[in-house]
């Protein structure tokens, strides 16, 4: 097969949230989604784009342009994962494939998933879901935990907040869980929209109607992407405000506790 290249837009280190363990969270460019929340609106083109940065030097600040994404091939990738491999032995952890959407980035994640299978290297891919049938039935068995995003349970309301519906979500989900793979429901809670009562005891029919999922993990809404927004010279669609209601969030956590798996906050 010849190698890929693809578009990464961020490498990091030492990441805690993106799946057990420590692991190197690999952030590529694109995705299929248009969520009015987006926490990473760099990541949405499939284009390299500039973003503006500010440094302070001394009493100075400097302003400049920064270009978000570079072309790596998988072994490029790899070499940068080899680097943590006795992190991963100490702390269960490996390799998480983010974005953006990584399955838009098929052909490359693929090549660097079948390397990563080779060095022994656990996988996660954080996914939308929104990607073809039979890409997902082939990055399952080189795949060791899928971070599934369950946004909006009813479609046309996904459509509307998203830009797409979620009938290949939920068929992409259902298969998953009938071949067994590992996988962490992740429910990003934004206020009158995915944290109402309708849509989440939605998800939590499902969740009972196709079981095993190993986990879930709420992720409430926060403002990070604002400055992001600026820096990249676009309005910002949703510009809700301040920490998440923690009464609020102890209910939902409740309202998941008969599904008899862990019910986390974050990743």
């Not at 946004?151 to 459509?159: F, N």
Request: charged share 25%; aromatic share 8%.
């Amino acid at each position: 097969m010849i190698a890929t290249k693809g578009l990464v837009f961020d490498i990091r280190h030492f990441s805690v949230h993106d799946g057990p363990g420590i692991r190197t969270a690999v952030f590529l460019k694109g995705c299929p989604l248009r969520c009015m929340w987006c926490h990473n609106p760099e990541s949405q083109s499939l284009l390299p784009e500039n973003m503006k940065r500010s440094r302070k030097v001394g009493e100075k600040s400097f302003d400049f342009d920064e270009m978000v994404g570079r072309e790596m091939t998988p072994n490029e990738v790899v070499a940068e994962l080899q680097k943590d491999i006795p992190i991963y032995d100490e702390s269960g952890g490996g390799a998480t494939f983010s974005g953006g959407e990584p399955m838009i980035q098929f052909d490359f994640l693929y090549q660097v998933l079948e390397e990563c299978r080779r060095m022994e290297i656990k996988t996660a891919i954080d996914t939308c879901g929104h990607a073809p049938l039979e890409q997902f039935r082939a990055v399952e068995p080189l795949t060791n935990l899928f971070l599934y995003d369950l946004k909006l349970i009813d479609s046309t309301q996904h459509k509307e907040f998203t830009g797409v519906d979620n009938s290949l979500i939920l068929q992409n989900l259902e298969m998953l869980l009938s071949r067994k793979a590992r996988i962490h429901i992740r429910i990003p809670l934004i206020p009158g929209i995915t944290d109402t009562d309708e849509n989440l005891l939605g998800i939590k029919d499902f969740l009972l109607s196709y079981s095993g999922a190993e986990r879930i993990d709420l992720l409430p809404y926060h403002d990070i992407a604002r400055s992001k927004y600026v820096r990249l010279g676009r309005d910002n669609p949703f510009k809700l405000s301040g920490a998440y209601d923690s009464q609020k969030l102890s209910r939902i956590q409740d309202l998941f506790i008969n599904l008899n798996i862990p019910v986390t906050v974050g990743g």
